[in-house]
């Protein structure tokens, strides 16, 4: 199984800003470029973390990016399965719809699969992803802006 290049943009946005400091959010910017991503593509995962509530955008002097205490706690399964949506691994109806789709084990097994693959993420929490090692990583990692 493969995630999409926005469920991987958003998750490391997501353990960037869990380990900045109360005191020193981050903009958008900030984070593409400590992430060494476009700020296009970041800005677009920001949007969707913001609606899922697991970012807010602190307005003002100071302000910036920020966990809430919902993406603090939040599950990492349950995380990508909202940032990845209902498809499943293969694209069964498409265009032609496969003869087999009606009657298939090989679709139930991949179904099956794709819900081992997110029940082994549900038990880890963002806070959980960036203990020793990835926190000092994260945290020493320099934004360069894009060139
Ligand atoms: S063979 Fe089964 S899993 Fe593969 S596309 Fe057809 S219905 Fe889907």
Redesign the pocket.
């Known amino acids: 199984m493969r995630l999409t290049k926005f469920t991987d943009l958003a998750l490391r946005s997501v353990m960037r800003l869990a380990v900045s400091g109360e005191g020193d959010p981050l903009t958008t910017r900030e984070v593409a470029e400590a992430m060494d991503v476009p700020y296009t593509h970041m800005a677009k995962a920001v949007t969707r973390l913001q609606r899922l509530g697991v970012v807010e955008a602190r307005r003002g002097r100071g302000g910036g990016l920020a966990l809430t205490g919902l993406g603090r706690g939040a599950s990492v399964g349950w995380l990508v399965r909202e940032l990845e949506g209902e498809g499943e691994v293969?694209?069964?109806e498409g265009d032609p719809p496969?003869p087999?789709?009606a009657a298939?084990r090989?679709?139930r097994a991949?179904r099956d699969a794709q819900e081992a693959f997110y029940a082994t993420l549900d038990p880890l929490t963002v806070a959980d992803l960036v203990a020793s090692p990835t926190g000092p990583v994260l945290i020493g990692l320099v934004g360069r802006p894009p060139g």
């Open positions: 293969v694209s069964c496969c087999l789709r298939c090989l679709r991949l």
